[in-house]
């Protein structure tokens, strides 16, 4: 059987690299993870006085499709070195309330991705720091930090340059090794 890999993407941009990425993944027939994206523009911020009988409806949504999969891959830029503060957010949404984390022991992914040099690798490790905290197994090899993203679509979204497919495929295959050495 398949296992369920939700992707969350940290930009909301329409034309973001990392959606890109994330839709390559998604459309990719060499995998054998049932892949869908799970959105997070619409979270209100955090705020725990929001945490009531009824928080917000999007946060419930959010944190019913975490738990519906077996694995998060998260696939983000960088902003500052760090995680895009969309991205923190859904982290916060889903951990929240205390005692009900819904990343909790669910093995993940990370995927990182700038158009600079050094393939957003600050974010990729500030969001690694986070999920320690959330109890999320995170795959640690291979690591994938993707440089020079401008250059890697070409114009229908497909990645052109075949080193970063090829690596792209063997992630997604240590991935689903991972899932399952996870216990899963
Ligand atoms: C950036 N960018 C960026 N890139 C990087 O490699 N390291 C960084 O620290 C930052 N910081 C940063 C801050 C802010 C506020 C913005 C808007 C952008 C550039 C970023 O990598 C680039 O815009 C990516 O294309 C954004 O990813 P998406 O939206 O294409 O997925």
Redo the contacts with the bound molecule.
């Keep these: 059987e398949q296992y369920k890999v939700g992707i969350i993407v940290g930009?909301l941009?329409k034309d973001?690299?990392?959606?890109k990425m994330a839709n390559c993944i998604r459309n990719s027939s060499s995998s054998n993870l049932n892949l869908r994206l799970i959105a997070i523009d619409q979270l209100p911020l955090y705020n725990e006085d929001l945490e009531t009988d009824m928080p917000p409806e999007s946060w419930q949504l959010f944190r019913a499709q975490v738990r519906q999969v077996d694995a998060i891959l998260f696939v983000t830029?960088?902003?500052?070195?760090s995680v895009p503060a969309v991205l923190k957010n859904a982290i916060d949404v889903g951990s929240a309330p205390h005692g009900q984390n819904v990343f909790e022991n669910k093995p993940a992914g990370i995927i990182s991705?700038?158009?600079?040099k050094?393939g957003?690798f600050?974010a990729n490790h500030h969001l690694r720091q986070s999920l320690v905290f959330l109890n999320m197994p995170v795959m640690q090899q291979p690591e994938a930090y993707i440089a020079n993203?401008q250059e890697l679509f070409d114009a229908n979204g497909m990645i052109k340059v075949e080193k970063t497919s090829t690596f792209i495929v063997k992630f997604m295959l240590s991935f689903e090794s991972w899932i399952k050495r996870c216990g899963l």
């Design positions: 930009s941009r973001s690299l990392s959606l830029p960088e902003y500052n070195r991705l700038s158009p600079g050094m957003a600050g993203s």
